[in-house]
């Protein structure tokens, strides 16, 4: 798991590469795009008139082709046309002028925290639709790059935990959701958002074998309206870590009741049976 991350594809050299680049070409001042016409191409992308959005953002862009929004409002565009791979492409260039802007600014804090800000938010978008096309590698990356610059955005945070769970790195997890959750709570989120995060950090804690934090979080998920199978279920497989067999077999039981995945079913009776044997 460890050379997935070192691991440096091809686009992200290309990103790396135009960033060194644009070191050379982008002066310190910040190369912000003509509202006006940003403003008209998400009028005429929301209008539906694609063929005069993509010909604004392309004239704009042939005026200033190193004009990080537009390339990020390109990439907004072809998202809306389901054109994930394209929209990468515009993202990744964003990023690597954002990069640039950042390293070429460093007698002007504010350029520059402005152009990290830019990247972090990119680079949060990025790791979304690398995970939406499969590629785990590139979301991983990308989502690596959002958390450390700042990110506080749910999904990204959130889509970023599901990979470290993937790789069963549920230590890496656990900060990642924590700061999710903090987020959310600031800004007064959804009480489903805030369900999927405690249930998720629920089970990052029991994988580093903390139980009573595990239990902690699945009953902060079912207090947000969680109630499934697999919330019980997880809950009950707490409860075994720490002996309280009664406790355990009771949620096993209610979790034998609810609709339960037909490949799931022999499990629960399996630690049904396991409960009662450990009572005796």
Avoid at 5 to 17: G, N, Q, R, Y
Avoid at 27 to 40: N, R
Avoid at 45 to 53: L, V, Y
Avoid at 214 to 235: C, H, I, P, R, V
Wanted: hydrophobic residues 45%; charged residues 25%.
């Amino acid at each position: 798991m460890e050379l997935m991350e070192m691991k440096i594809s091809l686009s992200s050299a290309f990103v790396f590469a135009v960033a060194l680049l644009l070191c050379i070409v982008i002066p310190h001042s910040a190369h912000g795009a003509d509202a006006d016409a940003l403003v008209q191409a998400e009028i005429e992308t929301a209008e539906g008139n694609f063929d005069a959005a993509f010909e604004t953002l392309s004239e704009r862009l042939a005026d200033n082709w190193l004009d990080a929004d537009a390339h990020e409002a390109m990439g907004r565009f072809f998202e809306e046309r389901d054109l994930p791979e394209a929209a990468i492409a515009s993202y990744e260039q964003a990023a690597a002028i954002l990069t640039a802007r950042a390293v070429a600014s460093p007698r002007d804090l504010e350029n520059s925290k402005d152009a990290l800000y830019g990247l972090m938010s990119v680079s949060g978008r990025i790791s979304i639709i690398y995970a939406g096309i499969g590629d785990y590698t590139g979301a991983l990356r990308w989502g690596q790059q959002a958390y450390y610059l700042g990110s506080t955005d749910a999904a990204v945070l959130r889509t970023l935990a599901d990979n470290y769970f993937s790789m069963k790195r549920h230590a890496f997890a656990l900060p990642v959701l924590d700061r999710a959750i903090a987020a959310l709570s600031a800004s007064e989120g959804e009480d489903e958002i805030a369900a999927v995060l405690h249930s998720k950090r629920g089970v990052a804690s029991y994988y580093t074998g903390d139980f009573g934090a595990s239990l902690g979080d699945y009953t902060l998920a079912e207090k947000f309206g969680m109630s499934s199978s697999e919330l019980y279920g997880n809950w009950a497989f707490a409860l075994e870590g720490l002996k309280r067999w009664q406790d355990a077999l009771d949620m096993w039981l209610k979790v034998s009741k609810m609709d339960v995945p037909s490949e799931n079913i022999d499990m629960v009776k399996e630690h049904i049976e396991q409960c009662k044997a450990r009572i005796e």
